[in-house]
Structure formats: C-alpha cells, structure tokens
C-alpha cells in the first residue's frame, strides 16, 4: 500500500476533497491559430512585449504539468492564453523558449488574466504560471512569474475555479493574490509530497482551489461591510491577516511534520 502523508490526509479532510482519478497535466496548450506567432486576433490589435523564463525550481514533475528539475530541457515554446469565461483557454501567442529557459512574445495590451504554459516537443504542458495582465501601452513590457512547480500549482488552481464557476464569478485580482497567498513555498511542497506519494494532481489543485476562492470571498466580504472599493486596495492588502482567517487550516497542516503511514 502507497504511504501518503498525514498533511495530505487532513487537507483532504478539512476541505472536503472527493476522490479524484488520473492526473491533470497531461493537456495540451491551446492552439493559437495558423502560423504559429499571434493569432489572428492580435495580429491587427496594439501589441506590447511580454518576457519570462522557466526554471528547473520545485520538487515537482515535468509529468504532471508541474515543472521541476527536466523543465528547462523538456520546455520548447511559451503559450499564452486568456481564460473563456466556461474556464476553457483562448490561445493568444506562442514563442520559443531559448536554451536558458528564458522567452519574449508580443500579446495586446488589453489582455487580462492570462495563463503562461511551457510546451514540450509534443504540445504538452509541462509547467504554467498566471500572469494577470499585458503591459497597458505599446512598447512596454510586462514581466511573468518564472514557471516552476509553485506557479503551476497556481495557475492550475486559477484555471480550476474557473472551470468550477464557468462564469458565474470574476476571476479578480484579489483571487489570484489569494491564490498566490494560500499556495506558498511550504504548502507547494505538502501538495507535491502528496502527488508523490498517490494522490491524484486533480484533486490536490481543486481542494486548494476551494480553499483560495473561499478566502477570497471572505475578503470582499469584509471590504464591503466596511464600505471600501476594493479597485482601491492596494495588492499587499490582500495578504494581510484577517484575509488568512478561511484558510488558516490548510496554512497549519503545510506547517506540520511529515508523519508517514500506511
């Protein structure tokens, strides 16, 4: 019988994670139309410049669209997409990605919450990240997360919720900072143990999902009782305190010590 961690199996429990089959990673970037540089959309839109790199970071797996160590050597173009309100991508640009991991790719500027892939030889995704919007004008440049196995989990959460609210709910700035709060160093590496040792990329990515749209909701909550724009909190607000209250059991259990059972 597998070992699994008894981290992973009180996650599980607090956030009510059905069992789940396979593993997610194994998707193909969406198609960003003929030519393989901008789409047709973008081709006749104001364009400004994105750059980033992928890395070898995290313990993940390349396998499970996770990055990890093989990253940089299995990683050849960058994918960018927007996410379709059904929680589906549209391709925007694909580019290469260099012999060091890095790549530069024009998209318009009045893209908004964005998915990032690295796509090996076959069009697999082997890592991801978010990247919330394109530079405002042209001629600017926006910088993307570096793709590792904590910015695939990330952007794998986003796109979870996004399938799950299929429209119903905006995917937000204060989402993605709550995502990007709840899914730090120390719970990447419980997650990641957790998928090591048998448990399914699905259901890891959606229990943390829950987790991260739950504490987001609670966010807005409170802004609204105390009558504050939340246009006009400031990014660093969102990873203050009060907004840790929904999700302080998961933060607990990726700080416990690995306790092995069968």
């Given amino acids: 019988m597998k070992k699994i961690s008894a981290k992973w199996s009180m996650l599980a429990l607090v956030l009510g994670t059905a069992v789940a089959t396979g593993c997610s990673s194994g998707t193909s970037a ?14 006749n839109a104001a364009l400004s410049m994105v750059t980033g790199h992928v890395t070898n970071d995290g313990a993940g797996s390349t396998d499970w669209g996770l990055g990890g160590a093989k990253t940089i050597d299995v990683a050849r173009t960058i994918n960018i997409s927007t996410i379709n ?10 580019g290469a990605i260099d012999g060091l991991g890095g790549y530069s790719v024009k998209v318009p500027t009045d893209a908004k919450m964005m998915i990032v892939q690295a796509l090996d030889a076959s069009g697999k995704v082997v ?3 978010i990247l919330e919007a394109a530079a405002s004008a042209v001629g ?5 997360a570096p793709i590792n196995t904590q910015s695939s989990l990330q952007a794998q959460a986003l796109l979870d919720i996004a399938g799950t609210l299929k429209g119903s709910a905006s995917l937000s700035a204060n989402l993605v900072a709550q995502i990007r709060a709840r899914i730090d160093a120390h719970l990447t590496a419980a997650l990641t143990a957790a998928v090591t040792a048998g448990a399914s990329v699905n259901a890891v990515v959606h229990a943390v999902a829950n987790a991260a749209f739950v504490s987001s909701q609670a ?9 504050v724009d939340i246009d006009s909190v400031p990014p660093a607000m969102y990873r203050s305190p009060s907004s840790r209250i ?13 306790t092995q059972f069968a």
């Fill in 246 to 258: 929904m999700c302080r059991a998961a933060e607990e259990i990726a700080s416990m010590p690995e």
């Fill in 219 to 227: 966010q807005l909550v409170t802004f609204k009782k105390g009558n």
């Fill in 30 to 43: 969406p198609d960003p139309g003929s030519g393989g540089s901008e789409s047709a959309a973008s081709q």
């Fill in 85 to 94: 309100p059904d929680g589906t991508l549209k391709g925007l640009v694909q």
């Fill in 140 to 144: 600017q440049a926006a910088l993307a």
């Fill in 127 to 129: 890592g991801s990240a």
